[in-house]
């Protein structure tokens, strides 16, 4: 899975890195440890040339109330499930990062870990995104693909975000959902890099630098992870 994520790059930085404009300059901020449920900065297939930031989790079509919608979608079953229909056919998106978190089960503990990309100072993760529309609200929402653990996540986790190539964003965004699903693989794990951190990244109120910070003992605890958050839906 795919249960936080960073995105701490400059402004300009930023815009020149995916060649789009922010939504809204005065909005932008960096940020260390983006939680579900927060604002995260993506790129739609509808405008590929701006930057917007869209609620972490797609609420179902279906829902009456807003609620903190489903945050990860697996890619080998995304096409078959109902709640992802549309999105899926037809509004895919980038999620852009500067790095995501993941937790390593150790006996009774868990040690986060930060993954990113050492020759990149963004990328992009593979998501798809829908309007939902309620009696007093219009959210737009967004989820994160996952897939296969590569080499270097098979010891942290079971499960990865699709992390998209360079190359491969704007084909993302442009073809058929067919190619799509065959472009949903690990990413190879030479080209990315995993930090033990610190249990600072557990408690999502700590956002500032000191969450990246690199540590060579084990860490534990997780139990501030999802604090504030209730039941967090992976389909």
Do not use: C, W
């Given at each position: 899975m795919c249960g936080r994520n960073s995105l701490f790059i400059d402004l300009e930085d930023l815009e020149q890195r995916f060649e789009a404009k922010v939504e809204s300059e005065e909005a932008y901020e960096t940020r260390?440890?983006?939680?579900?449920?927060g604002r995260m900065e993506i790129i739609t297939n509808n405008s590929p040339d701006e930057i917007k930031r869209f609620h972490w989790g797609l609420i179902p079509f279906w829902a009456d109330e807003p609620e903190e919608?489903?945050?990860n979608a697996r890619?080998?079953?995304?096409?078959?499930?109902?709640?992802f229909?549309?999105?899926w056919e037809s509004h895919p998106c980038l999620v852009l990062s500067t790095g995501f978190y993941e937790w390593q089960s150790k006996g009774g503990s868990k040690q986060p870990y930060r993954i990113f990309r050492e020759d990149d100072p963004a990328?992009?993760?593979a998501g798809i995104w829908d309007q939902w529309e309620g009696d007093s609200a219009s959210i737009s929402c967004?989820?994160?693909?996952?897939?296969?653990?590569?080499?270097?996540?098979?010891?942290?986790?079971?499960?990865?975000?699709?992390?998209?190539?360079k190359d491969a964003e704007d084909v993302w965004l442009s073809t058929g959902s067919e190619h799509r699903k065959e472009m949903c693989r690990p990413y190879p794990d030479e080209d990315l890099a995993a930090d033990p951190i610190t249990t600072r990244v557990n408690n999502p109120q700590n956002d500032d630098p000191q969450v990246i910070e690199s540590i060579d003992s084990e860490q534990s605890g997780l139990d501030e992870f999802f604090r504030g958050f209730g039941d967090l839906n992976i389909v």
């Open positions: 260390y440890n983006i939680a579900p449920g919608g489903i945050i890619s080998e079953t995304v096409d078959e499930k109902r709640v229909e549309q999105s990328f992009a993760m967004m989820s994160i693909l996952t897939t296969e653990p590569n080499d270097l996540m098979k010891p942290i986790h079971d499960r990865m975000p699709v992390v998209l190539p």
